[in-house]
């Protein structure tokens, strides 16, 4: 049966570069609900404009906008089989959701937590940088890119930080995780879907680690 793997962690734990390696090197899609909100930024709607609001708070957006996003991305040819959710449920609602979609595609869900330290999540968010051409990600302490600022694929693009990882931002991204998507965790343990990562380490060792478990 195919797989929704749902990788669930607070923000700044490595779920997004772990979701794109597992999309290159097996060729499984990721589903990241950041990265399409983001990409909104390019239209200039009210609903657009209200999402970037919303995301450079911290804060969620809402349950229903978010599903329907996801729902209508997972229907696409590509998601026919197993595919990654990075970011995806994050509320108790977006769960119930979530099992309503997987019964529907025939999918069973199979959730991951990516587990780092508190202290380290601020330094990685706050030193984290992205390219703006491919999305590749950087941290300015422990992935710097081989030029200052400029991303390794893309010599012409400068690498940019994001809107929402200052340190206010930041610390409301941290908060709501611990009040609405950390009690996840537990709802996933009880019915045996759980499985765990320690999201410390070089890429490539957590990298093995959640490739074990797929
Ligand atoms: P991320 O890139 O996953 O850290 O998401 C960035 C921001 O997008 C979050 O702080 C939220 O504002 C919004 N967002 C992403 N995924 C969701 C979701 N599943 N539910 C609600 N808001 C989301």
């Keep these: 049966m195919s797989k929704i793997i749902v990788l669930i962690g607070a923000p700044g734990a490595g779920k997004g570069t772990q ?3 597992l999309e290159e090197r097996k060729n499984i899609p990721q589903i ?3 990265d399409m909100f983001r990409e909104m930024k390019n239209s ?5 404009r209200e999402v970037q609001e919303i995301m450079a ?5 809402s349950d229903e906008l978010t599903y329907q996003m996801v729902k209508d991305r997972t229907s696409r040819e590509d998601c026919a089989g197993t595919f990654v959710l990075d970011g995806y449920p ?3 609602v977006q769960a119930a959701q979530l ?3 997987a019964t529907e595609q025939e999918k069973e869900i199979q959730a991951i937590e990516v587990d780092v330290p508190r202290d380290e999540l601020m330094r990685r968010l706050t030193g984290r940088r992205s390219c703006p051409v491919c999305g590749e990600i950087y941290n300015v302490y422990s992935k710097p890119p081989k030029t200052d600022n400029v991303c390794d694929f893309h010599p012409d693009a400068q690498l940019t930080h994001r809107a929402d990882d200052n340190e206010e931002s930041v610390s409301t991204r941290l908060e709501t995780y611990d009040e609405k998507t950390k009690p996840l965790l537990d709802y996933y343990e009880r019915s045996g879907r759980l499985k765990k990562i320690n999201g410390e380490g070089s890429l490539e ?9 797929i």
């Design 90 to 92: 994050r509320t108790d």
């Design 99 to 101: 099992e309503d979609l």
């Design 32 to 34: 990241s609900t950041g």
């Design 205 to 213: 060792e957590i990298y093995s680690e959640l490739e074990k478990l």
């Design 19 to 21: 979701a794109r390696l």
């Design 44 to 48: 200039d709607t009210p609903l657009a």
């Design 57 to 61: 708070s911290g804060k969620y957006v």
